[in-house]
Every structure is written in structure tokens, then in C-alpha cells.
């Protein structure tokens, strides 16, 4: 069974950085299409970036391009979101969600998902 573990949330400034993690077990890693989402309070939950590293292609949401890059240590079975620059609008909790297939920036295009780590930003 498919299991995906996040971590590495936490309370940062704006403009620091964090790095989220994400364990993929249960799958043979490299075989499919990584996404990471986010939801805050009361709205719904937004699409943040996805990579396909069999294609080779990553797509991120216009609010995040050019903080965020999604990356994978093949070693560790873990996918990362490193983010920069954070502002306060960043605030949510993030989830990292799989699928396997063509890439999609649609969450009801993913199977599996993490159970999403808290990421704060203070002005």
C-alpha cells in the first residue's frame, strides 16, 4: 500500500524558507507524478506544483513560480518542496499527493495523500 509521510512544517518569517519533506513508500519510486497542494482556513484546498520526473516536466501555481521547486533524493524515497521568499499568504497546511499517469494539476486526479504539515508565516 501506498503510504506518503510529510514533514518539515513549521513557524517562519516572512521572507525565510522551509523545506518540506515527503516519504513515499509502497511504490516504486520515480514512477510517478509527485503534486503538492495547500489549504487555509476556510478556502479550498489550491494546487501548488507537480513534477513528472519521467517526462521530465514541473509545473507550479503562478502565486509560488519562482519560490518553490519540488525535488526528489531517490536515496531516501523523498520528494521535497523547498520554499523561498515565504509570505504571510503562504500560510496552510500542505499536502503531498501521487498519482501515477500523465501530470495534472487537479487534486481529484491524485490517489494517495499525506496527512499534511502545518506551514505558518508571520509578517
Known amino acids: 500500500q501506498v503510504q506518503l509521510v510529510e514533514s518539515g512544517g513549521g513557524l517562519v518569517q516572512a521572507g525565510g524558507s522551509l523545506r518540506l519533506s515527503c516519504v513515499v513508500s509502497?511504490?516504486?519510486?520515480?514512477?510517478?507524478?509527485m503534486g503538492w497542494f495547500r489549504q487555509a482556513p476556510g478556502e479550498e484546498r489550491e494546487f501548488v506544483g507537480v513534477?513528472?520526473?519521467?517526462?521530465?516536466?514541473?509545473h507550479y501555481a503562478d502565486s509560488v513560480k519562482g519560490r518553490f521547486t519540488i525535488s526528489r533524493d531517490d536515496a531516501r524515497n523523498t520528494v521535497y518542496l523547498q520554499m523561498n521568499n515565504l509570505v504571510p499568504e503562504d500560510t496552510a497546511v500542505y499536502y503531498c499527493?501521487?498519482?501515477?499517469?500523465?501530470?495534472?494539476?487537479?487534486?481529484?486526479?491524485?490517489?494517495?495523500w499525506g496527512q499534511g504539515t502545518q506551514v505558518s508565516v508571520s509578517s
Open positions: 499527493a501521487d498519482r501515477a499517469g500523465h501530470i495534472s494539476t487537479d487534486a481529484a486526479a491524485f490517489d494517495y
Open positions: 509502497g511504490r516504486a519510486f520515480g514512477s510517478f507524478v
Open positions: 513534477r513528472s520526473w519521467t517526462i521530465g516536466i514541473a
